[in-house]
Structure formats: structure tokens, C-alpha cells
T-cell receptor, first 114, second 113 residues
Framework: AQSVTQLGSHVSVSEGALVLLRCNYS??????LFWYVQYPNQGLQLLLK??????LVKGINGFEAEFKKSETSFHLTKPSAHMSDAAEYFC????????????FGKGTMLLVSP | NAGVTQTPKFRVLKTGQSMTLLCAQD?????MYWYRQDPGMGLRLIHY???????AKGEVPDGYNVSRLKKQNFLLGLESAAPSQTSVYFC????????????FGEGSRLTVL
């Protein structure tokens, strides 16, 4: 079984500030990890993913995330927030080996103030 | 660049009525999915399909049925709608590997009175 916990249903930052969205996972086998973003009234789109190899992965729009096995975490960061980053962000997990569907976290709404 | 298209985008039903949501994808993806999104609950998988003619249950399948008669289409049916099925429904498709990206439609907002 696999699950994802996103800490904080809402995160507020000022424009230009660091963005940090937290994600912890639980998986009985090595995981694949994803971050998706949802803008208002739209479907989700992939920001970045970790499969194997380098644990620091870079995504679109300046976001990056680091897979830390010892902490079972995959936190999403961006050095400087932009107003256009305001959206809901979802962490998700699947597992290595065999086929598994994606399990999503409950989401974190990022609010960016001027 | 249609991608994943859902119809209808909005629908209001009375309790007990039936309806079908249609999802169509033009990317030749093998795998298709139906999720529901509720406030504070994230996305929960209802049913999915790993290929034409196949379907499987997800996390919350009760009260829903699906069919995948053609590779490009995935239908979600509600036989007897209940207020608990008021939600935003998202269809997604992928090439099917665990590392593959899911491509989502824009969602269908269903209200059951």
C-alpha cells in the first residue's frame, strides 16, 4: 500500500519569497514520486517527477524537489514565488515494479500576495 | 491539440436520475482513468482501464460503472445519482507505465440535488 501526506492545506507567501510545500510518502516498495499543479478551473498538469537516479529533480516554472529516502519526503521548492504560481499543488506516489495507479495527496493551496 | 476532452462540463441531476460522462483522448494512450475531486479530499480514483475492453475498480467505485469499448473513449456512468456524488470529475490518460505522466481533462462538475 502507498499513501501521501501533504502538510498544510494552505500555504501563503509573498511574491519573491521562498516557496516550500511539504510531502511525505509511505510505500512498502521503492516509490516513484510526482508533483502536479492545478490552476483554477483546469485539470492537473505534471510539474516534475522522480523515478530513479538523481534525487534532486527540476521541473517546469522554476520548481524543484528532492527525494530523501531517509526522511520519506519529497518537498517542492521554488526560490522566488511569482503571482502566477498561485494554484493547488498535489503530491502523488506510485511504486516501482509492476503496475500501480497513482495515489494523490489531499493538495496544498498556494496563495501568493503582492 | 485536443488532448483529453470531457463532456459535459456541467450537469445538474435530481436524486435517482442517471447520466453518463464521456471522456475522449486523441493521444493513443492505453490507460485511462476517472477521478473525483472533493474539497479537502484530493483526487480519488473511481475506475480505470488498462486497455480497450478492460476496466478495473479504483479506490471509490461504488455507485459508478464504466466502459471502454473504444481505445480513445472511457465512459463513466451513474445509474441512480445520489447527493454524495456531487463532485468534480476528472478523466485522465497515460501510456501506462508507473513513471508515465497523466494527462487530465478540464473536469466535469456534477451537482446532484
Amino acid at each position: 500500500a502507498q499513501s501521501v501526506t501533504q502538510l498544510g492545506s494552505h500555504v501563503s507567501v509573498s511574491e519573491g519569497a521562498l516557496v516550500l510545500l511539504r510531502c511525505n510518502y509511505s510505500s512498502s516498495v521503492p516509490p516513484y514520486l510526482f508533483w502536479y499543479v492545478q490552476y483554477p478551473n483546469q485539470g492537473l498538469q505534471l510539474l516534475l517527477k522522480y523515478t530513479t537516479g538523481a534525487t534532486l529533480v527540476k521541473g517546469i516554472n522554476g520548481f524543484e524537489a528532492e527525494f530523501k529516502k531517509s526522511e520519506t519526503s519529497f518537498h517542492l521548492t521554488k526560490p522566488s514565488a511569482h503571482m502566477s504560481d498561485a494554484a493547488e499543488y498535489f503530491c502523488a506516489v506510485s511504486r516501482q515494479g509492476g503496475y500501480s495507479t497513482l495515489t494523490f495527496g489531499k493538495g496544498t493551496m498556494l496563495l501568493v500576495s503582492p | 491539440n485536443a488532448g483529453v476532452t470531457q463532456t459535459p462540463k456541467f450537469r445538474v441531476l435530481k436524486t435517482g436520475q442517471s447520466m453518463t460522462l464521456l471522456c475522449a483522448q486523441d493521444m493513443n494512450h492505453e490507460y485511462m482513468y476517472w477521478y473525483r475531486q472533493d474539497p479537502g479530499m484530493g483526487l480519488r480514483l473511481i475506475h480505470y482501464s488498462v486497455g480497450e475492453g478492460t476496466t478495473a475498480k479504483g479506490e471509490v467505485p461504488d455507485g459508478y460503472n464504466v466502459s471502454r469499448l473504444k481505445k480513445q473513449n472511457f465512459l463513466l456512468g451513474l445509474e441512480s445519482a445520489a447527493p454524495s456524488q456531487t463532485s468534480v470529475y476528472f478523466c485522465a490518460s497515460s501510456f501506462g507505465t508507473n513513471t508515465g505522466e497523466l494527462f487530465f481533462g478540464e473536469g466535469s462538475r456534477l451537482t446532484v440535488l
